[in-house]
C-alpha cells in the first residue's frame, strides 16, 4: 500500500479498531490461553511473494494475532509490573512513528534533543532528584544499568579500560542484595567484571540490603585483595518491592569510595508523591540513578530515565566521534548517541510531553494514590482473612501473600498456592504471578495497570478467594 488516501482510510480505521479494543478489553482472556507453536503454526511457511490487501491484513490481526496476547492493558493485570499506556501516550507514539525520525545527535532532529533535555528536567523536579544532576531516555533500566556499571569502571580506571581492555587490571567487585533485579547480573557479565565478582549481600527481616553485610563483604574483599568498586541499591525490588536503606548505603559507599547506582525502576515513580520522598533520602551520595516511566507512569514502553551526577564521566566512557557523524555544533548540544550504548534513538521525549501535559502533575499523582490506596486495601484483605498470610510488607503498590489454610504443611501450601494461580489464570478474568519470599512461594497482587479501578481489584480479591475455597 503506497497510496497516501489509502493510508487515511486505513489509519482511520485502525483508530477505530484502538477505540474498539479498549471497550472490550475486559472480555479478552487477560492471559493467553494458547499454548506453545499454537501461533506460529497459524502462518505459511514463506512470505507472500505479492502484496495482500489491508483488509485481509487487519483480519488476521484480529483472529491470529490478538488470541495470542497478553492484554496488559487490562484492568485486570495484576502480573509483574505495570508496563503502562495511556491514551495521551499512544497518540504521541503515533507521531512518532510518523515522523520516523532518528534521534542519534542533536543535527538530526534538533526538537527532539532539546525536548528530551527538558523533559528529563521536569521529571527531575518532579521526583526530586538533585538539581545538578543531568538526564537521558535510555531505552530500558537494564541499559542504564550497563551503562553506570561501564562508567564506574572507566572513571576507576582513568578510561584505560576503554582503551587497553581489563587484561593486567585489578579483580573489581560489584555489590547488590540477594533480592537485586537479574539486570544487574547480565550487566556485570556484559561489563566485562566476570559474574564470580558480583557480591549477593544478606537482606534484612523486611527484605532490603543490610547495609551491615554489604559493610562486612568489602571488608572482607580488601582483606582478600579485591577491589571494592560500586554498589547498587534498589528502591521497590521486583519480587516484593523492598525499599533498601538509601543513606545508609550511601554513606558505606562514600567512607569506601565506591560507585553507587540506584535501580527504582518500578518505585520512581512513586517519588512524584511527597510522602514517598523518603525513598531517596540520601540520594546525594549516589552516583546513577534509573527509573521507568514506561513501568508506572503511564507512558509507554519503552521510556526509561537515567540520571546521572557526573555528566563528563558519561560522555567520556561512550562517546564516539566518526567523520561522517561530525556535526559544527557538537560539544555545544547534547547529542544523545553519547550518553548510551545505542547510536539510532527513537523520539521518545515526545510521549513523556503528551502524557505530562496531559494529565498534569496532579493527575499523574492521583492516579498512583489510587493505587496505592487500592493495594493497601488488598493488604488489610489479607490480613483480616485467617486462610490467608501476607508474606512481606507492603511498602508500595505490591501485595505478596498466600493461601494458607489451618494445619498445611510448607510442602502442601506449596501445592497449594501453585495450583491456586494456575487456576486463577485460566479463568482469564485476571493474570496473576508469583515469586518466592524467603523459599515460600507467594503470590504477588501487583496493582498499578492505567485502567485499574476499585471493582477490578475487588473483583479479583473475590476471584482469588472463590477459587481458594474449591481447592480444599
Ligand atoms: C523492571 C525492573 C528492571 C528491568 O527493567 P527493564 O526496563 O525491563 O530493563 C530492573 N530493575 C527493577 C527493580 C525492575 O523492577
Known amino acids: 500500500m503506497n497510496d497516501l488516501d489509502k493510508f487515511r482510510e486505513y489509519a482511520h480505521k485502525v483508530v477505530d479498531r484502538m477505540v474498539d ?88 532532529s534538533p526538537a527532539a534533543a532539546e525536548l528530551e533535555e527538558k523533559m528529563m528536567n521536569w521529571l527531575k523536579q518532579m521526583i526530586g532528584l538533585p538539581a545538578a544532576w543531568e538526564g537521558v531516555i535510555q531505552d530500558t533500566a537494564s541499559t542504564a544499568t550497563l551503562a553506570s556499571l561501564i562508567t564506574a569502571r572507566e572513571k576507576r580506571s582513568e578510561y584505560r579500560i576503554n582503551e587497553e581492555g581489563f587484561s593486567g587490571h585489578e579483580r573489581f567487585r560489584i555489590y ?106 540520601g540520594i546525594e551520595q549516589a552516583d546513577t540513578f534509573v527509573f521507568n516511566p514506561h513501568k508506572w507512569l503511564f507512558t509507554n514502553f519503552d521510556c526509561s530515565a537515567y540520571f546521572v551526577k557526573d555528566r563528563e564521566a558519561l560522555l567520556r566512557t561512550f562517546e564516539i566521534l566518526p567523520e561522517y557523524l561530525k556535526t559544527s555544533t557538537h560539544g555545544h548540544v547534547n547529542d544523545y548517541r553519547d550518553w548510551g550504548i545505542p547510536l539510532g534513538r527513537r523520539f521518545r521525549a515526545l510521549k513523556l510531553w503528551f502524557v505530562i501535559r496531559s494529565f498534569g502533575v496532579s493527575g499523574l499523582q492521583a492516579m498512583l494514590r489510587e493505587h496505592l490506596r487500592l493495594a493497601g486495601f488488598i493488604r488489610d484483605e489479607v490480613e483480616k482473612d485467617p486462610s490467608f498470610e501476607l508474606m512481606a510488607p507492603v511498602p508500595l503498590n505490591t501485595v505478596c501473600f498466600r493461601y494458607h489454610p ?50 477490578h481489584v475487588k473483583n479479583a480479591w473475590e476471584l482469588i478467594r472463590t477459587v481458594s475455597r474449591s481447592l480444599s
Open 21 to 108: 479494543y479498549y471497550r472490550n478489553v475486559e472480555n479478552y482472556p487477560v492471559k493467553s490461553l494458547v499454548a506453545p507453536g499454537d501461533i506460529y503454526d497459524l502462518f505459511p511457511e514463506l512470505p507472500p511473494a505479492t502484496g495482500e490487501e489491508m483488509d485481509e491484513i487487519l483480519r488476521d490481526f484480529d483472529e491470529k494475532i490478538i488470541p495470542g496476547m497478553t492484554h496488559w492493558q487490562s484492568p485486570n493485570f495484576f502480573a509483574y509490573f505495570p508496563a503502562n499506556s495511556s491514551y495521551p501516550s499512544v497518540l504521541a507514539e503515533m507521531l512518532t512513528a510518523t515522523l520516523a525520525a532518528q534521534c542519534m545527535i542533536w543535527e538530526t
Open 176 to 281: 547488590v542484595s540477594t533480592e537485586t533485579h537479574s539486570s544487574i547480573e547480565k550487566g556485570v557479565k556484559i561489563a566485562g567484571f566476570g559474574r564470580s565478582n558480583l557480591v549477593k549481600c544478606k537482606v534484612r527481616e523486611d527484605l532490603s540490603f543490610d547495609p551491615e553485610d554489604l559493610r562486612a563483604r568489602i571488608e572482607e574483599d580488601l582483606k582478600a585483595g579485591y577491589t571494592p568498586l560500586a554498589v547498587v541499591a534498589t528502591l521497590g525490588t521486583t519480587s516484593t518491592t523492598a525499599v533498601d536503606p538509601l543513606r545508609e548505603i550511601g554513606e558505606i559507599t562514600r567512607a569506601y569510595d565506591l560507585w553507587l547506582h540506584v535501580d527504582a525502576a518500578l518505585a520512581g515513580s512513586a517519588l512524584i508523591l511527597p510522602e514517598y520522598r523518603w525513598m531517596i533520602d
Open 406 to 455: 489451618e494445619n498445611t504443611t510448607e510442602e502442601e501450601l506449596d501445592r497449594l498456592n501453585t495450583l491456586l494461580l494456575d487456576k486463577v489464570n485460566r479463568s482469564g478474568k485476571a493474570y496473576f504471578t508469583h515469586t518466592r519470599v524467603k523459599g515460600k512461594y507467594t503470590i504477588r497482587f501487583m496493582i498499578g495497570q492505567t485502567h485499574t479501578r476499585e471493582k
